[in-house]
């Protein structure tokens, strides 16, 4: 031991040594340690020295760290050294540096409170954690809770989960999130959503029974215990809470800074809302129960949005608006109680003021007397053996006695809400089993050192006390008691519990052991709740009619002081005493300790309220026992009342004993809490307060170390001390400390090779055990090993490094002796090379001048001859320049002098010219002017008026003439006017009679134009409403016309683009192929450096092709997601279905009978009627769960009765047509007849005519054939001859006239043939007489014959289309049968909805009717589109067939004209179309069976099959042929209905063996090739060119030639992207369990990752074991999977779709658990895991699957890597891992170097300082900040064309498949 104890105290040791601030602090020796020296030399972190002396009794060397390998482990157990310091430093290190709030301790979960959301309780961490085992995964929570589940299905027993810390530590979370695990894991066993309500009940509990304290915002102050029961498959079925003494006081005291319980903060938010305006409240600053901590807003905290989700969750768990109204009454009525000021009339008795208002809304709420409330409050009833007296109450114990009943009724109104979530959370089905939460709501951390009366914390008085730290104040009285009671119990099941943890596992190991000295409380727990102890003696006291705390503290000195070491008097006081408890000595102060363990309540005042009106109250206090004090009688001081002297007789005796007390109840609720723990097996989870001021993730060591020492961590931390703390399984030892092995140590026997290590590496033997499976160490010996270890590696290192430097450096001297040869030799022949250079350039430069002057000198002669040339040029041209300058410059002065005298000339004219003009006009002026004088002379003159006369004269003689004139026509004149006037006066009397006579007829006219003008309006109101109507009419048929040009328009745009859709869709599957080998390059290209970089251009070109295919894989991935929830809803319904049916069977027993209906609603099932199927399965569903509305019920009968109407009148109508048909056929019979006669008449006589010409034509050949060989023995007719010559086209021409003949005489048959067939149609074939003659007419026998013939043909005819017509007539009527049993269905059917909506609420019913109303028009909406459908594939099939008919026309017009050899074939030529004939009578690849073997043919060929068996002994996809073959014949006969039966058959009996067999990889796999080849063939012989590129001749012949199936091809296709997507959840289920062992654990490269000591919760070994998963595992299973799929013909492609899914889902797995586990982030892990992802790169490449994407799925993992095993410390580096690190988010980088964990001592830890440079680097990335892969995404899936090569007549159906009844064809 000493020897052990030098080597390990050496220089560079680390130490813990004591501190005041830090408690401990981390030292380093600076010199050896020897025995026997009395102090040590120490270097502090800070640089300092310290002499640390050691005793010299005890000689206790300080704690030694563990080395760094150990910091920071995930169980604090599997430290070497397990001390204080050690937990301590361990949680710093985990919380600080690391963000990790979870550390193991053994069986204990540490939580340590971080104050900041974590994404770490999302549903991918709940779905990482399940199914786990509890060691595999880092610390948490859902860690715990898993475990408690496992052990629950596991072992069949109760489990219990305790939760307990300070107030403020996170317990309330950590609860939560466990039941929320639960919810999640489990489900639920019905529809009543348990796991919702179970978390609902945290909102109302929260709100009533949490509140403000100064630790915490949402301390709770009550204790909650939940069990929440399985059923017999571990789902909820249930849940019962169980609430244990609520903290009361704080309704009527808050301290500083502190609130009363949330929901009253709540209703004074929410006082303004219209429904509590009669509660009569305000603000919280206006009652007293809420103001007296002066804190009533919490930051953050929207207490009116809390009061909504409270609300919310009692709706959610049935209590309803009316129950909620009368809770807030009564809360509300504790508030107005609660200011209900009470007065001092006088020192002994107490008043309140009347018309007090917050007494009388308090009675008003409550439905109280306010008169009895008020002298209650200050007055009590005291009874004596003979007397009753009414005693008035002093003011302070009135108020007492306010808020004792303001407690009481708070109390009982905490238990009546828990009382019916209770009954919410309670179900019928039968619990198995049950997990218990143990929630510690809050610490009751009391602080009694303030003024004012010290309120009983009664908070968790039961339980929840039993969980928080052990209390010590100043003052402690019966709260602290209680509590340390409590914890004294809890520590002592919890230190049994560990002790036999780990005796138990002492003893599966089978090793030597002795009991383990722990400290026992059990002595403690005596003292106090034994017989005559601490609480006996407390209750005995209260039942003394005069006892009082001081004569307490007597008895407890007198029967304890001397007996017990535990309990102890202090010197200065009478009345303390102290408990020496596990944790620490607690001096208690007496005060108070009788008063709060009575806790009474006046009984008069519970009999007030028991009195009230109010029904909730009444409710709360039905069951209200009578309180009376348990010390009987109190006499009072003075002021008593005399009631009554006669003794209450009617008393009951139950009266006479006592309540008990809180003690009492404490300790019975502590035992029945203690009896439930035992029974069930303990989780223990220990939340831990990092400070005191909640910064996020702030570690205050002081704060920690006291929570750590009283909530029994470091006891359990002791305990593994004592014993064997280290535990090693014999394969991880050998692993580590193999390096300490010599070569002969290691013998085949592993287990006795570590015993003969450990003998010579420990001398002790009681440092280690052996056990079965185990080595077992003593504390300590691990880190000495570890140094062993790491002193052998450090010399192994410089051994090796000294090796590498000579090595390394005699390589550089040689490198440097062969560079400074290799210097010196190219320097000499460099000088060498120089020299010749020299003399060669100097020969060559005498030459050079040589001939350079000549050149020189040359060059100057022409130079100067040159400018003597040009001299001489440019002067002689300056010369003629001049002169002709100047000989120009004198003839432009000639001219402008010729110009000039030119015009000075005109300038003289012109002037000239001017003065003449003037000269003449002066002298006319002067002439004129003369001749004006003379004519005014002569105007003065007397002849001159005498020849004016004259003139006048001649004038008036002519007027005179024309006056006589004048006069003669005025008499003329007046003679005819007397005339007139005369003949006027006799027309004027003509005309009045006349008048008068027109005076009477227009009277009458009148009156009858009155009649004419009403007549005339009538006509144009009715002209204007027939305007009116036609406008109508003409707009309703231009709306008609436009709405049908729209529909047709729109049709047609949706048929186009239908096509387009179809066809961009193959363009797109078919450019798949093309761009995933562009993006895969382009990948490479991007990830992978090279030398040669892309061009810009390239790269943004594979840039948008990507993008555009991820859009794409997007909008694929929707459609598929939405496809396999489809599946999912079906699968539901099915399972619905099936259970219904088991139901009905099993209430049902017997013989019944099916629907006859059923079969053939089935054989109308189309594409559509799988979606049809399940939307109507959910509709019925909801119809018989919800209703339909009233109104709508009668509306649909009122459109069944229309229905039936309209049925009605299509049957008369149906009747009428046939009736008027009958009577047209009689009328076009009796007019045939009449016009037969006459046509056969003409055809006979041109017959006639025809058949003597005929026989005409026959003599002349005849006569000439005669004279022809009469001629021939002359030799005139000789070939060549003119008379040969001119016969010769003389029989041409009457064999030419004979050929039309003919043909005339063919065409009148066959008119005459159809015309027989339609007198048989017509039924008058009966008249003898025209047949008769037409028969004797035929006077040729072959013309008889052919007649017989055409008459029977047309027989046959006809009776073919008269037993079309009878089996169209059946049809029809089968059809109108069908319709009205369904509208008879539906009647009934509305009939039973109407029925059920009558019963249901208005709300529902509501929701109802618009849900129906809803699922009406859809269903409408898909009929139309049905029919429209129909219509279109109609239209499709008629023009193929009219294309196919117009084709073999053509070729039957060929042959007849090719085939025209006898005049019978062309008789009988036009009966042959009607049946036409098939051109190939060899096997065309079809099957034919009969529609009753249709079930046979799917039962054989899908449900029964064996895929092993097929896909061993038969081609691939022979199924999927067969089907095929026997859909072409279908398609082959036009049979519609075959064809919808075989498909739907065929989709359902797939979907049916996969649901049966779903987990079977081969069926799925199976049946998932045999789909995609259905869908293959479905593509190659549809018709389509697009798929008919590839084809043989051969296999376009038998493409499809009737039906279009796309939509069903769609149907089809949507089935194997469900197939595909089972076939990827089943690879995953059995590949999950292989991925974490095989990649992470199991250590494929042996020795580079070594074993790090675990602790208690042991993980699993990286050594493979047999049973164990390797990475060998995983590619043996790949390659199974890969082999089978091959063997099943799955196409290639799809192939890789599936291995690139699988190897995402690899790395997703790998990675995740890679970020849950700590002890997986190393450097060799690093190694591990790149080494096993270059093992499935090269799986790919022997697969040839490289190309498929799926090694890029493995990036983020190859990624976190390297992250792994970079360097870590530089910016550099920093720099250098974002950019290397792109498919990783920055959590997930975060959180890697976070976990990066040395496991040797020469590699370094991750500094904070550089993971915060790492965030700085990448915060500018837009990315989820989900930390974890989705494991359960799937990538779309496509299903690219790739035809087959089988010839379908080659396909033989083997025996072995029981298919006789098919027939080739």
Known sequence: MNRELEY?????????????????????????????????????????????????????????????????????????????????????????????????????????????????????????????????????????????????????????????????????????????????????????????????????????????????????????????????????????????????????????????????????????????????????????YTRQGRSPVIDGVDDAKELCTTRHAFTLLGINESSQVGLFQVLAAILHLGNVEIKERDSDSSLIPPNNRHLTAFCELVGVAYQDMSQWLCHRKLKTATETYIKPLPR????????????????????????????????????????????????????????????????????????????????????QFCINYANEKLQQQFNMHVFKLEQEEYMREQIPWTLIDFYDNQPCI????????????????????????????????????????????????????????????????????????????????????????????????????????????????????????????????????????????????????????????PHYVRCIKPNDFKLAFSFDPKRAVQQLRACGVLETIRISAAGFPSRWTYQEFFSRYRVLMKQKDVLPDMKLTCKNVLEKLVEDQDKYQFGKTKIFFRAGQVAYLEKLRADKLRVACIRIQKTIRCWLARKKFLRKRGAAITIQRFTRGYQARCLAKFMRRTQAATIIQKYQRMCVEKKRYQQKQAA??????????????????????????????????????????????????????????????????????????????????????????????????????????????????????????????????????????????????????????????????????KSIEDWAHTYRNQMEKVLSELKDENGSLKKEKDDLNRRIQEQSQQMTGTFHALLIPHHNITTPFHLLTNLLALRHQRK??????????????????????????????????????????????????????????????????????????????????????????????????????????EEQFQRARARDDAEFRKARGAELEYESLKRQELESENKKLRHDLSEMRRSLLADAATGAGAPGSPAYKVLLDQLNASCEELEVRKEEVLILRSQLVSQKEAMHHKETMTEPSVFADDVNKLKD?????????????????????????????????????????????????????????????????????????ITRLTNENLDLMEQLEKQDRTIRKLKKQLKVYSKRIGEMGVG?????????????????????????????????????????????????????????????????????????????LNDDQKVRTLLTSTINSIKKILKKRGDDFETVSFWLANTCRFLHCLKQYSGDEAFMKLNTSRQNEHCLSNFDLAEYRQVISDLAIQIYQQLIKCLENILLSMIVPGMLEHETIQGVSGVKPTGLRKRTSSIADEGTYTLDSILRQLSAFHSTMCQHGTDPELIKQVVKQLFYIIGAVTLNNLLLRKDMCSWSKGMQIRYNVSQLEEWLRDKGLMTCGAKETLEPLIQAAQLLQVKKKTDEDAEAICSMCQALTTAQIVKVLNLYTPVNEFEERVSVAFIRTIQTHLRDRCESPQLLMDTKMIYPVTFPFNPSCVALETIQIPSSLNLSFLTRV
């Open 526 to 681: 005596n003292l106090i709740e034994a017989k005559m102890g601490v609480l006996d003696l407390l209750d005995e006291e209260c039942r003394m009619p005069k006892g009082s705390d001081d004569s307490w503290a007597q008895k407890l000195y007198n029967t304890h002081l001397k007996t017990c070491s535990l309990f102890e008097k202090p010197r200065m006081s009478n009345r303390a005493f102290i408990i020496q408890h596990f944790a620490d000595k607690v001096e208690y102060q007496c005060d108070g300790f009788l008063e709060k363990n009575k806790d009474t309540v006046n009984e008069e005042q519970i009999n007030v309220m028991k009195a009230s009106k109010f029904d909730l109250l009444v409710q709360l206090f039905h069951d209200e026992e009578k309180v009376t004090s348990p010390t009987g009688p109190v006499p009072g001081t003075g002021g008593r009342t005399r009631l009554s002297i006669k003794p209450d007789k009617s008393r009951d005796s139950s009266c006479k004993e006592h309540k008990k007390t809180v003690g009492c109840q404490f300790r019975n609720s502590l035992q029945m809490l203690m009896g439930t723990l035992n029974a069930t097996t």
């Open 1456 to 1532: 007849q004209a090719e085939g025209q050899t006898s005049p019978g074939q062309m008789v009988e030529e036009p009966i042959h179309p009607v049946n036409i004939p098939r051109r190939e009578k060899d096997f065309q690849g079809m099957l034919e069976y009969k529609k009753e073997d249709e079930m046979k043919l799917v039962k054989n060929l899908i449900l029964e099959l064996k895929p092993r068996g097929v896909a061993v002994n038969l081609i691939p996809g022979l199924p999927a042929y067969i089907l095929f073959m026997c859909l072409r014949h279908a398609d082959y």
């Open 1112 to 1217: 794409w894989l997007v909008r694929c991935s929707r459609y598929q997601n939405l496809l396999s929830d489809h599946l999912h809803l079906e699968e539901k319904y099915d399972d619905l279905k099936e259970e219904m049916a088991r139901s009905s069977n099993m209430s049902k027993p017997g013989h019944r009978r099916t629907d006859s209906t059923h079969s053939s609603n089935e054989s109308e099932y189309t594409y559509n009627s799988e979606y049809a199927e399940l939307e109507e399965g959910s509709r019925a569903g909801e119809d018989m769960t919800r209703g339909i509305d009233t109104s709508l019920t009668l509306k649909l009968q009122k459109r069944v009765t229309e229905l039936e109407q309209e049925k009605q009148s299509l049957r008369n109508e149906l009747e009428n047509k």
């Open 1341 to 1413: 026998a072959d013309e008889l014959k052919q007649a017989y013939v055409g008459l029977k043909d047309t027989n046959r005819l006809l009776e073919h289309q008269i037993q079309t017509q009878r089996r169209t007539y059946d049809s029809e009527v089968e059809f109108l049968r069908g319709e009205l049993q369904n509208v008879k269905e539906e009647n009934n059917r509305q009939q039973q909805l109407l029925a059920q909506n009558l019963q249901l609420p208005p709300e529902a019913r509501i929701e109802a009717s618009l849900q129906h109303e």
């Open 8 to 288: 390990m105290f050496v220089q560079a040791a680390r130490v813990w040594i004591p501190d005041a601030e830090d408690v401990w602090k981390s030292a380093e020796l600076i010199k050896d340690y020897k025995n026997g020296d009395a102090s040590l030399q120490l270097l502090l972190e800070d640089g300092t020295n310290l002499e640390l002396k050691l005793d010299p009794k005890t000689n206790n060397l300080p704690y030694l760290r563990n080395p760094d390998i150990l910091v920071g482990e995930n169980d604090l157990t599997a430290l070497s050294y397990l001390h204080e310091p050690a937990v301590l430093h361990n949680l710093k290190v985990r919380f600080t540096d690391s963000k990790l709030i979870y550390t193991y301790c053994g069986i204990v979960l540490v939580a340590i409170n971080p104050y900041e959301s974590l994404p770490i309780y999302g549903s991918d961490i709940i779905n990482a954690y399940s199914g786990q085992n509890m060691g595999d995964m880092d610390p948490h929570i859902f860690a715990v809770a898993e475990e408690a589940y496992k052990q629950m299905a596991r072992d069949e027993r109760n489990q219990s989960i305790i939760v307990s810390g300070e107030s403020g530590a996170g317990k309330t979370v950590s609860a939560k999130y466990a039941m929320r695990y639960f919810a999640t894991v489990s489900g639920s066993a019905s529809d009543a959503n348990i796991e919702e309500k179970v978390l609902a009940s945290n909102p109302i509990m929260e709100a009533i029974g949490n509140a403000k304290t100064t630790r915490n915002d949402n301390s709770s102050r009550f204790g909650k215990y939940i069990e929440i029961g399985f059923d017999s498959r571990y789902r909820i079925i249930g849940a019962n809470m169980r609430t244990y003494l609520l903290e009361k006081s704080r309704v009527v005291f808050q301290a500083d800074e502190e609130r009363n319980y949330h929901i009253f903060y709540q209703l004074c938010a929410a006082a303004h809302l219209p429904e509590f305006k009669n509660l009569r409240l305000s603000s919280a600053n206006d009652f007293l």
């Open 396 to 479: 302070l114990q009135a108020t007492n006695a306010r808020d004792a009943l303001s407690k009481h009724v708070y109390a009982k109104l905490f238990n009546w809400i828990v009382e019916h979530v209770n009954k919410a959370l309670v179900t019928n089905v039968k619990q198995h089993s049950f997990i218990g939460v143990l929630d510690i709501y809050g610490c009751v951390c009391l602080d009694l050192t303030h003024s004012g009366p010290s309120p009983f914390k009664d908070h968790l008085v039961t339980l929840v006390l039993l969980f928080t730290r052990f209390e010590t104040f100043e003052i402690n009285s019966f709260e």
């Open 868 to 1033: 003597a040339l040009a001299m001489q040029t440019i002067l002689r041209a300056y010369q003629a320049r001049q002169l002709y300058q100047t000989l120009l410059r004198e003839h432009k002065a000639v001219l402008i002098q010729k110009h000039i005298r030119g015009w000075l000339a005109r300038c003289w004219y012109k002037r000239c010219l001017e003065a003449i003009v003037y000269l003449q006009c002066c002298i006319r002026r002067m002439r004129a002017k003369r001749e004006l004088k003379k004519l005014k002379i002569e105007a003065r003159s007397v002849e001159h008026f005498k020849k004016l006369n004259k003139g006048m004269e001649n004038k008036i003689m002519q007027l005179q003439r024309k006056i006589d004139e004048q006069n003669k026509d005025h008499r003329l004149i007046s003679e005819k006017l007397v005339g007139l006037e005369s003949s006027y006066a006799t027309e004027t009397e003509r005309m009045r009679a006349e008048l008068s006579r027109l005076r009477g007829v227009e009277e009458d006219a009148r009156s009858r134009a009155n009649q004419v003008s009403s007549l005339l309006e009538e006509l144009e109101k009715l002209k204007k409403e027939l305007s009116v109507t036609q406008q109508e009419k």
